[in-house]
């Protein structure tokens, strides 16, 4: 069965960084389009970052030139390198995967993913 465990999170002052790492297994993990979302409490699921099967990626605007997003198919793993980081980024933030998708497929809405992980928070402190 499809797995998805984020790890990373934790508390830094703005301007500080930290590294999200997402760990797939149960499927096909190359063959796959991933992407990282974030979500506070009262508020719908936003898409951060996104990465296709053949590496390409697309990122929200919010983040663009702060936040990384890269995988390594050798680990089926997902990261998000997140530098600048200021208060508004504070969220739970949710790996995402579609387990097969076609190249070009950078999608960061909701629905285009099936599997998520359990989330891992970030808190922003000003």
């Known amino acids: 069965q499809v797995q998805l465990v984020e790890s990373g999170g934790g508390s830094v002052q703005s301007g500080g960084s930290l590294k999200l790492s997402c760990a797939a297994s149960?499927?096909?993990?190359?063959?796959?389009?991933m992407a990282w979302f974030r979500q506070v409490p009262g508020k719908e699921r936003e898409g951060v970052a996104v990465?296709?099967?053949?590496?390409?990626?697309a990122a929200a605007v919010s983040v663009k030139g702060r936040f990384t997003i890269s995988r390594d198919n050798s680990k089926n793993a997902l990261y998000l390198q997140m530098n600048s980081l200021k208060p508004e980024d504070t969220a739970m933030y949710y790996c995402?995967?579609?387990?097969?998708?076609?190249?070009?497929?950078?999608?960061?809405?909701?629905?285009?993913?099936?599997?998520w992980g359990q989330g891992t928070q970030v808190t922003v402190s000003s």
């Open positions: 990465v296709d099967l053949n590496g390409i990626t």
């Open positions: 995402a995967a579609r387990t097969y998708c076609r190249g070009g497929d950078i999608y960061l809405f909701p629905r285009f993913y099936a599997f």
């Open positions: 149960g499927y096909y993990y190359s063959a796959s389009c």
